[in-house]
C-alpha cells in the first residue's frame, strides 16, 4: 500500500509494477468508502478508460468491485475522455472513477476520482481515500453493472456551447491529429455531424500511442506541423491521452501557446459571446493574461499551479474562462475540469467570428499588449528532498535579480518574484513528489530570459 500515492491529479504508476491487480483492488474499494460515506450506497458512480494497455482490464475491475459493495455502476461502452465523463457526473449527478494517465508516458496507467460538481478532486477528498485503504464497509444491497454510452449527453452539452454553423463558414481549413488518444470518435464526430470537413491522422487507438508521447506539443506532433507546412491554410489541433489538454499549430505550423490561446479566447468570449465575469489563472500562467483582463476590465484570481485549484476557484467565481500553462482550460457554463476537445472547438469558433487566420489573431493579441512575452521552464535537480526547503528560503531572500530589483512577493505556491520592468518574473515551486525545483521564467526579451537562466544556475 506504501506504492500507492495520490499527486495532483489522481493515483498513476507503471502497469505491471506498482499498477496491478491488488492495488485497483485497494484503490478501488478505498473510493467506494468514500462514496459510501459521504452519499451514500445509492450514490450512482461511473467509470471510464483511456486507450492505454489493460484499462479496460482494470477499469472493469473495479465495476465489478464497487457493483459487488451494492453501487450501481454505469461502465463507458468504448474509449472515453476525461471530459466527457466529467461531464457526465455533473449531468448524472453521479461520481466519476477514470483510468488514465493523462499525458504521461505510454507504460503508465492511473485512476482520477471525480466527484459529481464534474472537477478534480481536491486534496481532502483523496486524503480521505487514502485514510481508507485497506478498511471494509458494509455490502448491504445488491449491486448492479450498466454497460452505458456517455456520449450523446456531452455532445448535447457541447453543441449548445459552441456555434458550429459559425465554423461551417470557416475558410481555413481544419487538420486533426488523433494522436491514437481518445478525443478519436469524439472531436471528430463532433465536426462530422455538422457537415464540418477536416484532414486527419493517428485515427486509431495505440497503447503505445505511436511510439511517441500522448502530449500535443510541437515534439510529439511533427507529423502534423509537417502535413501543415506542406499544405495552404491549414489549422491542426490535437490532445493528450484522455483529452483534457489541447494543442494548437497555426497556418505557418507553429505551436501557439496555450497562454496565447487563453488569451485568445478570453477576448472571443467577452466581445463576441457577451460572457461576463473574471479570469481564473494559475500561478505559473503569463502576465499576458493579466494584461489583457486589465485592459478588459475583468479581474483575475490566481490559483497555485493544478488543476484542482483552478477548477475549485471555476465552482467559487463562475469566471469566464480558467487555465493554466500546461494546455488545460474550461469556461463558464461547462465543467471546472480542463477539456481539450471544448478547447480546440472554441479556437474554431474565435477565428470563425473574427474572420481573421490564427497568425493574424496571434499578432493582434501582441499589439493589443504591447509586447510579446517568451516563457520557458528549468527543472532543478537536488540531491534530496530536504533540500528544497533551504533553496526556497534562498529564493525568498532575494532582492535583485540581472540588475532589476524585486518589485513583489508571492508565496501562494513556492516562491514567485516579480521584477520591477513590470514583464519579467520567476516562479520556484517543489514537484511534490521528488527533489526537484519547477522554476518557471517569463520575460520580454530572450536577452532578459537568458540572464535569468545563468542567474539560476550560479
Given at each position: 500500500m506504501s506504492t500507492i500515492k495520490f499527486g495532483t491529479d489522481g493515483w498513476r504508476a507503471i502497469v505491471g509494477k506498482d499498477f496491478n491487480e491488488e492495488n485497483v483492488a485497494i484503490v478501488s474499494n478505498a473510493i467506494g468508502k468514500y462514496v459510501f460515506d459521504n452519499y451514500g450506497i445509492y450514490k450512482t458512480i461511473i467509470i471510464g478508460y483511456d486507450p492505454r494497455n489493460k484499462a479496460r482490464e482494470f477499469s472493469m475491475q473495479c465495476a465489478e468491485i464497487l457493483k459487488s459493495k451494492g453501487f450501481k455502476v454505469l461502465y463507458s461502452d468504448k474509449v472515453i475522455p476525461t471530459p466527457v465523463l466529467a461531464f457526465n457526473a455533473k449531468y448524472l449527478d453521479a461520481c466519476a472513477v477514470m483510468f488514465t494517465a493523462s499525458h504521461n508516458p505510454p507504460e503508465y496507467l492511473g485512476i482520477k476520482f471525480i466527484p459529481d460538481y464534474a472537477g478534480p478532486a481536491t486534496s481532502e477528498i483523496t486524503d480521505e481515500i487514502v485514510s481508507n485503504?485497506?478498511?471494509?464497509?458494509?455490502?448491504?444491497?445488491?449491486?448492479?453493472?450498466v454497460v452505458t454510452d456517455f456520449s450523446n449527453n456531452y455532445f448535447k452539452h457541447v453543441e449548445r456551447i459552441i456555434d458550429f454553423g459559425k465554423i461551417k463558414e470557416l475558410g481555413t481549413h481544419i487538420i486533426f491529429d488523433g494522436l491514437y488518444a481518445a478525443s478519436i470518435g469524439y472531436f471528430d464526430k463532433l465536426l462530422s455531424k455538422k457537415g464540418i470537413e477536416y484532414d486527419s491522422i493517428h485515427m486509431y487507438h495505440d497503447?503505445?500511442?505511436?511510439?511517441?508521447?500522448?502530449?500535443?506539443?510541437p515534439q510529439y506532433l511533427q507529423e502534423l506541423i509537417d502535413f501543415i507546412k506542406s499544405h495552404k491554410n491549414y489549422v491542426g489541433f490535437a490532445n493528450d491521452g484522455d483529452s483534457d489538454r489541447f494543442g494548437v499549430i497555426n497556418e505557418n505550423g507553429a505551436y501557439v501557446t496555450p497562454n496565447e490561446i487563453i488569451a485568445i479566447l478570453l477576448m472571443h468570449l467577452k466581445k463576441n459571446k457577451n460572457y461576463t465575469g473574471c479570469l481564473v489563472k494559475t500561478v505559473g500562467a503569463s502576465l499576458m493574461l493579466d494584461i489583457v483582463a486589465q485592459k478588459l476590465g475583468i479581474d483575475v484570481i490566481e490559483t497555485p499551479v493544478g488543476f484542482k485549484h483552478v477548477g475549485e476557484a471555476m465552482r467559487k467565481y463562475h469566471p469566464i474562462i480558467a487555465?493554466?500553462?500546461?494546455?488545460?482550460?474550461?469556461?463558464?457554463?461547462?465543467?471546472?475540469?480542463?477539456?481539450?476537445?471544448?478547447?480546440?472547438?472554441?479556437?474554431?469558433?474565435?477565428?470563425?467570428?473574427?474572420?481573421?487566420?490564427?497568425v493574424q489573431m496571434q499578432k493582434d493579441l501582441n499589439n493589443f499588449v504591447g509586447c510579446t512575452f517568451i516563457n520557458t521552464r528549468v527543472d532543478k535537480k537536488l540531491e534530496k528532498v530536504e533540500d528544497v526547503k533551504p533553496v526556497l528560503e534562498k529564493f525568498s531572500s532575494i532582492d535583485e535579480i540581472i540588475g532589476l530589483k524585486i518589485s513583489k512577493k508571492d508565496f501562494k505556491d513556492g516562491v514567485k518574484l516579480y521584477l520591477e520592468d513590470g514583464t519579467s518574473w520567476i516562479l520556484v515551486r517543489p514537484s511534490g513528489t521528488e527533489p526537484l525545483l519547477r522554476i518557471y521564467i517569463e520575460s520580454d526579451t530572450n536577452d532578459k530570459i537568458e540572464g535569468i537562466k545563468s542567474f539560476i544556475s550560479e
Open positions: 485503504f485497506g478498511v471494509e464497509y458494509p455490502s448491504c444491497v445488491k449491486g448492479k453493472l497503447p503505445n500511442f505511436g511510439g511517441g508521447m500522448p502530449e500535443p506539443k487555465g493554466e500553462e500546461s494546455g488545460g482550460l474550461s469556461i463558464q457554463g461547462h465543467i471546472p475540469e480542463k477539456d481539450g476537445i471544448l478547447a480546440n472547438l472554441l479556437v474554431l469558433e474565435a477565428m470563425a467570428y473574427s474572420g481573421k487566420s490564427l
